[in-house]
Every structure is written in C-alpha cells, then in structure tokens.
C-alpha cells in the first residue's frame, strides 16, 4: 500500500509554502489509494511557537484534510531515537565530537553543499575534557544515487560534500537526519513528497537507511515558494499564515503553482467538491523539475507591519 506523510515543524502556523507540500502530498497519496499522516517534527524545541501545532492541525482540518492513523509528536520518541543510535554504535558507525563551530572553521578549509565540512577531528584526536559532545556518523566516499520523480538523478558523495554529520545535538536534541528516517521507517512511509529544500539531505538520509536496513522510500521534490527576493517563504521571511476563510482560493493557488491547471469553478466550490477534482485530475508529472517558484500572489508574502 502506498503511505504518504506530511511532516511539518510546528514553528508557526501554516503558511502557503507549507500548504504547497501538504497539498502535493496528499493529493498524490489518494491519487494511488493511499494512505496519508501527519506528523509534528518538534524535536527542536527552542524553535517551536506555543501552540503552533494545534494550529496546524486546525489549519489542515479548516481546507478539508484528512489524515489516517493518528499524529506522532517526535518530542515523545526520544527513547526511540536513542536506541537506534544505540545499534549505529554497535556497528561503531557513530563517534562523540567536542569541536565547537569555531574550531571546525578554523581547523578545515573544505567548502561543502551546506558550508563548512567537518575534517574527523574527534575522530583522530582525543576529545576535550568536560565539554559537551555531540555525536556524529562516520561516512564514506561512496556516491549515493537516487530518481526524484521531480528532480530528476540525483547523485551526491556524503564524504566529500557533506562529511560526518550529526546525528544527535551537544545539547542533548536529536538531529532532524537521524529522527526522520526513523519515524518513516516506523510508520512504513513508502512515497515522501516534499519541497526542494531537502533536496540536498536526502542522500543524507538514504545513507543512514542503508547503515540501517531499512527500506528507502520513493522520493519526489516538489518546488519550494519564495518571495520576490529569492527567500523561501518562512517563519523567517514573514510568510503570512493561511486563512481558512481563503481556502477555496489559496487551494487553487497552490494546484496552479504545482502545475495542475485547475478549473476556475474550484473558487466556489464546496471543499468536498475541490478535492473530488483533485482526485480524478491530479498528476504528478505536471509538477516543474525546478527547485524554486517565486510566488506571485503579494499577499501571501509577507504579514502586514
């Protein structure tokens, strides 16, 4: 059975960016009679609004969603978390690191996808007394392929462009690498339909489901929302929260920006009715092969001062 997801971080109320990918999601999961969750990636509690996530879920609810098995909250899975890196460190795969951001700038010169690439120092080095460690995966210059059914081949050497990463914070959180492919493991998640910016960690994450035997999902990378400027529409760029007063309209928005050229009628509508015409015309091959659409609609860019 095809099982989709639809994995937001409660860090504020939903926005169209967001809606772009519950949209995609879901829209492919009943397309293939499949099933579809949801699931909160709150792992990151300093990042996370008070009460972000029942609106979220509101939100989802208000535009006429609906999920099938109940929601998992990833803050209540740490002892899952921790055994699986238990087994990572029977296969002496992971290793602790006391390097400060500072330090690895100093001590590497290696440009990665994401910047700086850490150069093993905790791994040939004894480590520093007393402080914090993180824990980190060993990788290896092997080449990691994969078809984004968007995107196209996908080919990335985890060693040589990312290097070893963290799997587990030195303050204690774990990373959203090493909870993620859990969770989807868990849950049986066999499709994954998301925006482009995790593009680049995929093969992150298909590394680790290796290391794990576990199966690999299908991957499709939709394009992400941005603002006249380029930026990704966020908490962070100010991307206004979506109204369910607009949701007939905002649905139509995101159909046409995932290149499904949905009819006018689709504005006055029932719900019901908007979702029935996604289901008999949705197609995921409409979607662009690109990483970024700027979003044209003014006001869903930013929230008013």
């Not at 680790?208 to 929302?225: E, F, G, K, M």
């Not at 941005?226 to 309209?249: R, V, Y």
């Not at 029935?276 to 008013?304: E, M």
Request: charged fraction near 20%; proline fraction near 5%.
């Amino acid at each position: 059975m095809y099982v989709g997801r639809f994995a937001p971080s409660p860090t504020g109320p939903l926005h169209f960016g967001s809606l772009v990918a519950a949209v995609a999601s879901y829209c492919e999961a009943k397309a293939n009679q499949g099933q579809w969750l949801v699931r909160m990636e709150d792992l990151d509690k300093p990042r996370e609004m008070i009460g972000a996530a029942d609106t979220i879920l509101h939100q989802l609810e208000a535009f006429g969603f609906e999920w099938d098995r109940e929601v998992i909250y990833q803050s209540n899975r740490g002892e899952f978390y921790s055994d699986i890196l238990q087994k990572l460190k029977q296969q002496q795969l992971i290793y602790p690191c006391t390097c400060t951001r500072k330090e690895i700038a100093d001590s590497s010169n290696q440009v990665g996808i994401d910047g700086i690439i850490y150069p093993k120092s905790c791994l040939t080095h004894p480590l520093k007394a007393n402080a914090p460690s993180s824990l980190r995966i060993k990788t290896s210059p092997t080449l990691i392929k994969f078809n984004d059914a968007i995107q196209g081949k996908i080919v990335q050497n985890i060693a040589n462009q990312v290097g070893d990463f963290i799997l587990k914070r030195a303050d204690g959180l774990y990373a959203y690498q090493l909870a993620v492919i859990a969770d989807d493991n868990a849950q049986k998640i066999t499709h994954i339909v998301r925006g482009a910016d995790l593009l680049d960690s995929t093969p992150r994450q298909i590394y680790l489901q290796q290391q794990l035997n576990y199966v690999t999902p299908q991957y499709a990378h939709v394009p992400i929302a941005s603002n006249h400027s380029g930026e990704k529409l966020s908490k962070q760029t100010l991307a206004k929260p979506i109204e369910s007063s607009m949701a007939n309209q905002l649905l139509y928005d995101a159909l046409c920006f995932l290149g499904q050229k949905p009819p006018l009628e689709i504005k006055n509508v029932t719900l019901d009715e908007v979702w029935s015409w996604c289901n008999s015309n949705w197609r995921l091959t409409n979607i662009p092969n690109i990483r970024h659409v700027q979003c044209k609609a003014s006001n869903l860019l930013a929230k008013d001062n």
